[in-house]
Every structure is written in structure tokens, then in C-alpha cells.
């Protein structure tokens, strides 16, 4: 399974979102996560985003078979600097 | 074709990216904007972003073929208050 997360946190949050992210995820962008996450791990960190956010806060967690992501293009400058094409 | 976009520019001009994105795309979190578009708005997206980014800035856009998307999931406050599944 290929997952990608955005968040949204209290600015002052935000690393506590990042911090469990990056154990399962590759940081991409500002307030963004993805990678490939086996279902227990995915379990996981649901669990651990779930419990982390307070009221005004969100994440999204996006869930696409690995084989099915078309195409993903980063226009600017890549923080990653990863151009690669799923 | 179901497109993810998210962005990360300048805090003083991540509204123009918003009002380019808006034309096309639903904004469901803070620099997230996601939905359904053609090939030929898909094209026009890319290309008013590309233009507008300057160093520093990027964004990227996840093309997922709309049946693909297994799962999206809000956990906290949904912006949108949109819990759909696709």
C-alpha cells in the first residue's frame, strides 16, 4: 500500500505530527509524508495521528494501491530532490 | 483522473497558488486541494503552477486513476467535513 499524509497542526505541533510520520514515511514537502507502509504499520500510525490531534487540527491520510499511483510530478524545488515516477 | 495536489510557497504567497488551485480543485486542508479534473484542466493546472513558482517553492501533484484511491481518511477536524470514501 502507498500512502501519502498531509497535516495540518498548531504551528508550534507540527514537529509532533512530523516526528511520528517520518517512522513509517519519507518527508516530502512541508506537512507532507509518503511512502510504501505494510497494513500494520498503517494501523499504527493511524493510532498514533489519531491520538495526537486536539480539536482545529487535521491529517489526511491518502491510501493507493501500489501499482495504481500514475503519475507524480514535483514542480519547483524539490525538497527531496526526487523525481521518480511510480 | 482524481489529482492530489499540495503546495508549499512563501507564506506571503501561498494564496496565489490557493486561487490557481481553486479553479480546478476542491481545497480541503491548509496547501491541500484534491478532486476530479480533465486532461486538458489537468494541463492548464500544471502549467499556471509551474509558472508561478519561484526558488524554494514547490508543489506536487499525485495523479491517481479514480478508482484507485482505496482510501482517504480525516482524522480530527475535517476542514471540509467531507468523510467520503472513493
Known amino acids: 500500500m502507498y500512502v501519502v499524509m498531509v497535516y495540518d497542526l498548531e504551528a508550534e505541533r507540527t ?4 516526528k511520528i510520520g517520518r517512522r513509517y514515511l519519507t518527508h516530502v514537502q512541508n506537512s507532507v509524508l509518503e511512502g510504501e507502509i505494510s497494513k500494520g504499520d498503517l494501523e ?5 495521528i489519531d491520538e495526537l490531534l486536539q480539536p482545529g487540527e487535521s491529517a489526511i491520510l491518502y491510501e493507493i494501491s501500489s501499482d495504481s499511483l500514475v503519475n507524480r510530478t514535483v514542480y519547483g524545488d524539490d525538497p527531496t530532490d ?4 511510480l
Chains 1, 2 share one sequence.
Open 15 to 18: 514537529h509532533k505530527a512530523l
Open 44 to 48: 499504527r500510525l493511524r493510532n498514533e
Open 82 to 85: 526526487d523525481q521518480r515516477f
